[in-house]
């Protein structure tokens, strides 16, 4: 790309992305090749094998790493897989601060699989920096931050946990999936790595799987590429010509999800069925003031406390018409899902556990009134209406035999 200091919209479509010097084609081809020819042994012009290297997850990770302002880029297979390439970096003895808060894949990740292989962890409250200080330990070597978090939306400062991580002498590793670079560049505030599932809103469009991991730091990209190759959780050509077609539209979309989101979260504020609703652009929210500092808008994911628990909770994600119930998030159509029993199952019993009674919702670019509709009538099932009732939870039975007996 020839324009001097191109904006993330230009970045977004262009950076790694000529037209073919073959064909002139504006799209990079899907490269299929699993090995390149030679001139002479170790003579190649930049791919011997497609594990290593592909023309295609080149142009995705020469975009991506562009778009969160980093030096190097690595496509995986799959969020998690980003995520464990990065916790590779670890040695056993290492230890490691998590969010209270966080992806609860995260968690089972470190605690199901490196714990076992002699790295320790610590949970803290990482928008409290004493609690940070106090977790803090001489082998802390990372400090996993998500901002903000799945499921609760809280929102971490990123600058001050760098200053204190790295007078401490550790890394500062940023989940950036809920925000995404458009709203979010937590290497200009001081992170040393971001990771992000590009299967959410990088891709956008809930039909690829796919992780990405951005540095600055030279010596962690070697190893980087290193586990990369060696491990060999990459993605295929086509799922990073999906990532790159979908990154193109990232702005207009996270745009058009923000403004959702806030027609919606006006909706919960009113509703008597939410007893508490989770979105950074509150006003009220407790990391209100960090996620005006730190983003650009508040995104897409909102999350509320049902005024019912649990079983509200439940009734509300089966209700839904439009906000499809599944798993996942950061796609075109919105979906629905209840964290505790679906996405977060892994994290019940420990200090990562959901509130049985949050319901968690990302927001989509469909219709907006259509969005705010369906959602409303959904709340509107759990309120108890009838005085003589025994409460929302004899409503529910009630509601609940009327269907068993249809
Ligand atoms: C915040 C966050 N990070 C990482 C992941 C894992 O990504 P993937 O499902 O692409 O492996 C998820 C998945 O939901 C996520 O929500």
């Known amino acids: 790309m020839t324009i001097e200091r191109p904006g993330f919209e230009t970045k977004a479509i262009h950076a790694g992305q000529e037209p073919d010097p073959v064909t002139g084609a504006v799209v990079p081809p899907i490269s299929l090749a699993t090995t390149f020819a030679q001139a002479g042994v170790g003579e190649h012009r930049g791919f011997e094998y497609a594990r290593t290297g592909n023309p295609t997850r080149r142009a995705l990770e020469v975009c991506l790493a562009a778009l969160e302002g980093a030096a190097h880029g690595f496509a995986f297979a799959s969020g998690m897989a980003a995520e ?17 808060d966080a992806y609860g894949g995260t968690y089972r990740l470190l605690s199901k699989v490196f714990e076992p292989a002699g790295i320790t962890w610590t949970a803290a409250d990482l928008t409290d920096m004493d609690a940070l200080e106090a977790a803090w330990r001489d082998e802390t070597r990372v400090v996993w931050v998500e901002s903000p978090t799945n499921p609760a939306l809280t929102v971490v400062d990123i600058a001050a946990v760098a200053r204190i991580a790295h007078a401490h002498g550790g890394r500062v590793v940023v989940d950036n999936t ?27 469009h809930s039909d690829v799987i796919g992780g990405f991991v951005a540095t600055n730091d030279g010596e962690l990209a070697t190893q980087l590429g290193f586990v990369q190759n060696a491990v060999g959780a990459v993605p295929s050509p086509f799922d990073c010509y999906l990532v790159l077609r979908g990154v193109k539209t990232l702005a207009v979309r996270m745009d058009r999800h923000c403004q959702n989101a806030r027609a919606v979260v006006a909706m919960l504020a009113e509703h008597a069925a939410a007893a508490k609703v989770l979105y950074p652009g509150l006003p009220m929210h407790p990391g209100h003031g960090v996620a005006r500092k730190q983003m650009r808008d508040f995104g897409g994911m909102v999350s509320f406390v049902c005024a019912g628990g649990e079983a509200a909770a439940l009734a509300v994600v089966e209700e839904t018409r439009l906000f499809t119930l599944a798993e996942s998030l950061g796609a075109v159509e919105s979906l629905i899902e209840h964290p505790a029993q679906m996405t977060h199952l892994s994290a019940a019993d420990s200090p990562l556990a959901v509130d049985p009674g949050l319901v968690r919702c990302s927001v989509g670019i469909e219709s907006v009134d259509d969005l705010v509709d369906d959602l409303r009538r959904a709340l509107d099932t759990v309120l108890v209406r009838e005085p003589e009732s025994t409460g929302w939870r004899g409503t529910l039975q009630r509601r609940r035999k009327a269907r068993d007996r249809r």
């Open 178 to 204: 809920f925000a995404t670079p458009y709203l979010q560049q937590p290497l200009a505030l001081g992170a040393d790595v971001v990771v992000h599932s590009s299967t959410k809103y990088l891709s956008g």
């Open 84 to 100: 464990d390439a990065v916790l590779r970096a670890l040695v056993p003895g290492d230890h490691v601060v998590i969010p209270t």
